[in-house]
T-cell receptor
């Protein structure tokens, strides 16, 4: 069975702090993609970054970076120098090669206070 | 470039009624996916359409049905509405994906459905 776990339900930080969001994906498949989306209060899901399961190199895109550890099936997403506008619910969502179905976790609500 | 659009933005129905939600895909995208997001939960996959054919379906009953048109826009139809169908319905489009590639899905603003 495939299972997406975002153990952190809510996180609160002060502006300019770095924050890391955790995601663990349990699956027997070795090839898949992992997406991160942001959902502000308006409700629209905004695509942030994507990664495949066979590339363990860390990656940085602007203030976003993420780290994949194959041994623990964890995809951790970091926002550097957080801003109030980063306040939203963040979802990780794996997707396998067939069918294009995104499997969403429960989400982590991030609150960035000024 | 126009993004994914959905209509209506909000809708109120009563139990037993039928509803049709609409989605226009982003320019150049031929694949549309629909998701249901209950309050406080992550979105759940309903189905996906690729070139007017269903390309995958989640664990939803047959009263959830869909269509994709030649211009790649799509409709989600729900018959015999139940109270638990109250949710945010999200549509996402993605570029040429075929049946063996994974492309990024770009979401619309959603339709909030309330069933009384």
């Amino acid at each position: 069975a495939q299972k997406v776990t975002q153990a952190q339900t809510e996180i609160s930080v002060v502006e300019k702090e770095d924050v890391t969001l955790d995601c663990v994906y349990e699956t027997r498949d070795t090839t898949y993609y992992l997406f991160w989306y942001k959902q502000p209060p308006s409700g629209e899901l905004v695509f942030l970054i994507r990664r495949n399961s066979f590339d363990e190199q860390n990656e940085i895109s602007g203030r976003y970076s993420w780290n994949f550890q194959k041994s623990t099936s964890s995809f951790n997403f970091t926002i550097t120098a957080s801003q109030v506008v980063d306040s939203a619910v963040y979802f990780c969502a794996p997707c396998h090669n067939q069918g294009g179905k995104l499997i969403f976790g429960q989400g982590t609500e991030l609150s960035v206070k000024p | 470039e126009t993004g994914v659009t959905q209509s209506p933005t909000h809708l109120i129905k009563t139990r037993g009624q039928q509803v049709t939600l609409r989605c226009s895909s982003q320019s150049g995208h031929n694949t549309v996916s629909w998701y249901q997001q209950a309050l406080g939960q992550g979105p759940q996959f309903i189905f996906q359409y690729y070139r007017e054919e269903e390309n995958g379906r989640g664990n939803f009953p047959p009263r959830f049905s869909g269509l994709q048109f030649p211009n790649y826009s799509s409709e989600l139809n729900v018959n015999a509405l139940e109270l638990d169908d109250s949710a945010l319905y999200l549509c996402a489009s993605s570029p040429e994906t075929g049946r063996s590639r994974v492309e990024t899905q770009y979401f619309g603003p959603g339709t909030r459905l309330l069933v009384l």
